[in-house]
């Protein structure tokens, strides 16, 4: 009675000790994921909702280190993430210092440069006038200390008696009264100016799922937790001088530590990819020798590198705390849990299929005929079954699980399964490897082993696209080499 297109072909079904065993169907199984892609998507279809993800780190007074690193690539790679579900994405605030506009080049950040202008004046002076009319702010009075007179406060805001009236959960029980300043009141046109465009551009988008029905975005504070009581002064700031809809549906993404191990010094963020670089390249040549030290691989260590950062920031739930061991080189090999694993197996698939294209070309093999002609029933390795099952089948349900912002039950912290896309790919890599050396794909150019062979490289073409899928949320390239 099964039926649907999630659904797999049932064999049979067979009551045992353990429970109800469920047989499928294996070659309809592989023909279904594996066959004539569906048609095209309808046109006109509604965006899935808008989010202004906001990432405070990028405001910090001094150089980038390691523990800003984190919010900002988490926020990175759920913009991606939910662009592949079609919600329209802001990031905030833009970059304006080029030391950290070069860090985050050089880990492939996709973030908007600065476009300040009388805009963001105007939207400042309107700010003012609403603090000047807030019945929870009081004027400047001269007895706070000269160490607040440099900060060029504006004036002091009650932020307690905000929370205590509006019954607000969540919140610090810390938090008493905020001297506003310029700085802050900078930040709040920031995020104020995003959101405006944000629904400006988007009239016609859906709730995202998750929040409360007829907001039309959601904005999303991605902190670490050293910055979160700071983050949470200025998300009741904005309540109190823009008590509309949309500063409702504030919500705090916040990360856990990061702890570095063997510091000699304090450590920047670009410190810290030079080090990891410098371990990537010894590593590299290690292993390959002086081909490692070809010009034509700055760019695969360079890759590499980001990999490895990335999967050591992303992998573990952002809540946790996570621990960098600087002197630990084990980050650049090829060990099962990092990135750069991840990259060396989608390396080995391109290498596959641009070793079979010269065979081709060569007149050793012949081209690989369309999906509708293969012969699934070749595929009888355990191996196959698991690649198709484990990791075709569910790939764009963890896609869309790792994109979800569920509402929390109270409160303002949220949480969300960033960590799931680096996991899968990692389990996915090693699969594949465990297959890809135990199974000769490209065998002789026998024409009786031509079936099995097409239907292995159609389902290693697949393979490949949720490689590069996968990978392209956390905007890493593929790798033709390595």
Do not use: W
């Given at each position: 009675s099964l039926r649907g297109p999630g659904v797999l072909p049932v064999r049979g079904c067979q009551e045992t000790p353990a429970g109800l065993a469920v047989q499928l169907r294996r070659p309809e199984a592989f023909r279904r994921l594996l066959g004539p892609p569906p048609g095209p998507a309808p046109a006109g279809a509604q965006p899935a909702g808008w989010v202004l993800l906001h990432c405070p780190a990028l405001r910090g007074p001094s150089a980038l280190r390691p523990h800003h690193l984190r919010p900002l690539l988490l926020a990175d790679h759920l913009a991606q993430l939910l662009r592949t579900q079609g919600v329209g994405v802001c990031l905030v605030p833009a970059l304006t210092e080029e030391g950290t506009r070069k860090v985050l080049q050089q880990l492939h950040v996709d973030w908007p440069s600065s476009s300040a202008g009388s805009a963001l004046h105007d939207t400042i002076s309107a700010l003012k006038r609403a603090l000047g009319q807030s019945p929870c702010a009081t004027g400047w009075e001269q007895g706070l200390g000269t160490a607040t007179l440099l900060e060029d406060v504006i004036c002091k805001v009650h932020l307690k008696s905000f929370v205590e009236q509006q019954g607000l959960v969540g919140y610090d029980p810390n938090l008493d009264v905020l001297l506003v300043t310029e700085g802050k009141l900078q930040s709040l046109a920031e995020l104020q100016q995003a959101l405006l465009q944000g629904v400006v551009s988007n009239p016609a988008v859906l709730p995202t799922s998750g929040f409360p029905d007829g907001s039309c975005c959601s904005i999303v504070h991605v902190v670490n937790c050293e910055d979160e009581f700071q983050q949470q002064q200025l998300d009741l700031l904005w309540r109190i001088l823009d008590p509309g809809a949309h500063t409702a549906l504030q919500k705090h993404l916040v990360c856990g530590p990061v702890k570095v191990t063997n510091p000699s010094s304090p450590i920047g963020a670009d410190q810290y990819f030079q080090?990891?670089?410098?371990?990537?390249?010894?590593?590299?040549?290690?292993?390959?020798?002086?081909?490692a030290q070809d010009e034509a691989w700055t760019e695969v260590i360079d890759t590499l590198t980001a990999a490895a950062i990335r999967f050591e920031m992303l992998s573990t739930a952002h809540r946790s705390q996570i621990t960098l061991d600087l002197e630990d080189s084990s980050i650049s090999t090829k060990g099962t849990k990092s990135g750069a694993f991840v990259m060396y197996n989608c390396a080995r698939l391109a290498t596959l299929f641009d070793t079979y294209q010269r065979a081709v070309e060569q007149g050793t093999y012949p081209p690989l005929p369309p999906a509708s002609e293969l012969n699934f029933s070749c595929l009888r390795e355990e191996g196959e079954w698991?690649?198709?099952?484990?990791?075709?089948?569910?790939?764009?349900?963890?896609?869309?699980?790792?994109?979800?912002?569920?509402?929390?039950?109270?409160?303002?912290?949220?949480?969300?399964?960033?960590?799931?896309?680096?996991?899968?790919?990692?389990?996915?890599?090693?699969?594949?490897?465990?297959?890809?050396?135990?199974?000769h794909v490209l065998g002789e150019p026998f024409p009786h082993l031509f079936d099995q062979m097409f239907a292995r490289l159609r389902l290693l073409g697949a393979v490949r696209d949720v490689f590069h899928s996968a990978l392209a949320t956390l905007h890493l390239p593929p790798l033709s080499q390595i």
């Open positions: 080090l990891r670089r410098h371990q990537m390249y010894e590593a590299s040549v290690m292993k390959y020798g002086e081909l698991l690649l198709l099952f484990n990791y075709l089948l569910p790939f764009p349900e963890v896609l869309q699980q790792a994109a979800q912002l569920p509402t929390p039950t109270k409160g303002i912290r949220i949480t969300a399964n960033t960590e799931a896309v680096c996991k899968f790919l990692i389990q996915l890599s090693m699969d594949f490897s465990s297959y890809y050396n135990r199974v």
